[in-house]
């Protein structure tokens, strides 16, 4: 497969080192290291799919672009577009040109997530009650600075996306619809740095924090259900990373543990790079249903924190 890789910054630079030898040329229209500065002066004979490592707004253009073409697509989270349409519209082009359109969330390939997946589908856990995630990073001041990054909902999309993704990856229909927004705060940005937010499912109870203001990386998953409780600490890209299941001792009692803890480079880019492959391999078809939600919720949550600051 030929593949190019459409924005030159860091994960555009992630991505064109996990392609290897498919990798032909960057298009970038600033970085003096690619090749082409527009989508459109690449000749479309040359190449098969695209690495899409762009900012919102454009998205839509250019994946428009791509699909009409023929082209397969992997974008970077979120897939966000001026009109919920839009992405169905994508959707349909992908499946009337019969190619793959699969929006980018890499945590999906961490081995403890994939782990906490299989734990929740297994059963043995029995009846979820709550599920709280903490996912931070100190790249406040990086956002304040940049030109584009500062704006909207702040952290929300940009972390949040991953943490609700990862929901949907564990819990799927039983996700719950709706979250609210639990806390706001713009502490060092001109927008949210800090953010809470939750959602109630029946007796599923879902509580996600994400920051900015996190100045070690930092990720952690506590899960408490009927019959024990299972944990993540930390990602591999900062390990070492840990994962614990405890079992329920009745009435009470100090719990068996069973803990596993990796220590290795991030996989995950790797990983990703060949289940996009795969998908096209198989003629994957391209539903982008879940970005749907995604944008809708996100949405959402970005219009409550904005009618909160207006209001301050």
């Known amino acids: 497969m030929r593949t190019i890789v459409i924005g030159l910054g860091v994960q555009g630079k992630k991505r064109r080192l996990h392609a290897g030898d498919d990798f032909i040329a960057a298009v970038d229209p600033v970085n003096l290291d690619a090749q082409y500065h527009d989508i459109k002066d690449v000749p479309l004979a040359d190449y098969d799919a695209a690495l899409c490592c762009i900012p919102d707004e454009p998205k839509y253009e250019i994946l428009s672009y791509l ?4 082209k397969h697509v992997l974008v970077e989270k979120p897939l966000w577009t001026p009109r919920n ?10 499946c009337a040109n019969g190619v793959v359109c699969y929006t980018a969330y890499n945590h999906r390939m961490e081995p403890h997530f ?21 996912y931070g990073n100190g790249t406040a001041r990086l956002v304040r600075e940049s030109a584009w990054r500062d704006q909207g909902a702040g952290v929300l999309p940009d972390l949040g996306s991953h943490l609700l993704d990862t929901c949907r990856f564990w819990f799927g229909d039983t996700t719950p619809e709706k979250f609210r927004v639990i806390s706001s705060n713009c502490f060092e940005n001109r927008t949210p740095d800090h953010v809470i937010i939750g959602a109630d499912a029946g007796a599923l109870s879902i509580e996600l924090e994400m920051t900015l203001l996190m100045w070690r990386n930092h990720f952690t998953c506590d899960i408490l ?4 409780t299972a944990h993540i600490e930390s990602l591999c890209k900062w390990g070492p990373s840990s994962f614990t299941h405890r079992t329920r001792v009745l009435p009470s009692g100090r719990p068996p543990e069973e803990m596993i803890t990796l220590v290795e480079d991030d996989p995950t880019w790797a990983a990703e790079y060949a289940h996009f492959k795969s998908l096209i391999a198989r003629s994957a078809k391209t539903d982008l249903s879940q970005d749907i939600w995604l944008q ?6 970005g219009d409550t924190i904005t009618h909160r600051e207006q209001a301050a």
């Open 67 to 70: 699909l009409s073409h023929g």
């Open 114 to 134: 994939i782990r906490m997946r299989d734990l929740i589908a297994s059963g043995k856990l029995g009846k979820i009650y709550h599920c709280r995630m903490f």
């Open 225 to 228: 259900a009927e019959h024990g």
């Open 296 to 301: 809708e919720t996100l949405t959402g949550l």
């Open 85 to 94: 349409d839009d992405i169905t519209q994508l959707e349909k082009l992908a």
